[in-house]
Antibody, heavy 120, light 113 residues
Framework: QVQLQQSGPGLVKPSETLSLTCTVS????????WSWIRQSAGKGLEWIGR???????KYNPSLRGRVTVSLDTSKNQFSLRLTSVTAADSAVYYC??????????????WGQGSLVTVSS | DIVVTQSPDSLAVSLGERATITCKSS????????????IAWYQQKPGQPPKLLIY???TRGPGVPDRFSGSGSGTDFTLTIASLQAEDVALYYC?????????FGQGTNVEIK
């Protein structure tokens, strides 16, 4: 059974870069697609973006080019990088995997969530 | 972006009774290549990530009890809990995944009456 373990700092200063990593066990990172989703009280669940096998990506335009999702196949990990953060980026961040190897399926397996607060 | 709207925002149902949540998308979520509706339903309990209940509008996810069912097509969808159990108290979300960015409804809080 696939497991996703998230890691990264819980506090980030305004204007700096938020970086989170999701380590995958029980599956190869080279299959499936891998997503990041965040949840805040004000905006509910917000899909951030995803990376697919081979490294192709798709992002939420609302994040205006601040986001990068990438794969590290050597470590069986994928990562989120969000630059120029503000208080509005404070949220619980989740990594997730698609249900199957195709893109036309929803996220089915989720990490435990990482609370990230943007504050000086 | 496709806007997804759920109703009601909150729902109180007696144990053993039926709970029904609706989800409406601002445009069709039918994917013409495979003729499937790209709507999913999730359940979220406090302190936990969302759990996939239903995908392709009516297919139950892995390990999901058969009291959960989904229906609908095009832009209008329904999640039904046939006989509400105490462990079903949670927030429920629908999601469209036919187009990026994937978008979620605002959530429906289900509680026991």
């Amino acid at each position: 059974q696939v497991q996703l373990q998230q890691s990264g700092p819980g506090l980030v200063k305004p204007s700096e870069t938020l970086s989170l990593t999701c380590t995958v066990s029980g599956d190869s990172i080279s299959s499936y697609y891998w997503s990041w989703i965040r949840q805040s009280a004000g905006k509910g669940l917000e899909w951030i973006g995803r990376v697919y096998t081979g490294g192709s990506t798709k992002y939420n335009p609302s994040l205006r080019g601040r986001v990068t999702v990438s794969l590290d196949t050597s470590k069986n990990q994928f990562s989120l990088r969000l630059t120029s953060v503000t208080a509005a980026d404070s949220a619980v961040y989740y990594c997730a995997r698609g249900l199957g190897t195709a893109l036309g399926v929803p996220e089915a397996y989720w990490g435990q969530g990482s609370l990230v607060t943007v504050s000086s | 972006d496709i806007v997804v709207t759920q109703s009601p925002d909150s729902l109180a149902v007696s144990l053993g009774e039926r709970a029904t949540i609706t989800c409406k998308s601002s445009q069709s979520v039918l994917y013409s290549v495979d003729n499937k509706d790209y709507i999913a339903w999730y359940q979220q309990k406090p302190g936990q990530p969302p759990k996939l209940l239903i995908y392709w509008a009516s297919t139950r996810g892995p390990g999901v009890p058969d009291r959960f069912s989904g229906s609908g097509s095009g832009t209008d969808f329904t999640l039904t809990i046939a006989s509400l159990q105490a462990e079903d108290v949670a927030l429920y979300y629908c999601q469209q995944y036919v187009a990026a960015p994937r978008t979620f409804g605002q959530g429906t809080n289900v509680e026991i009456k």
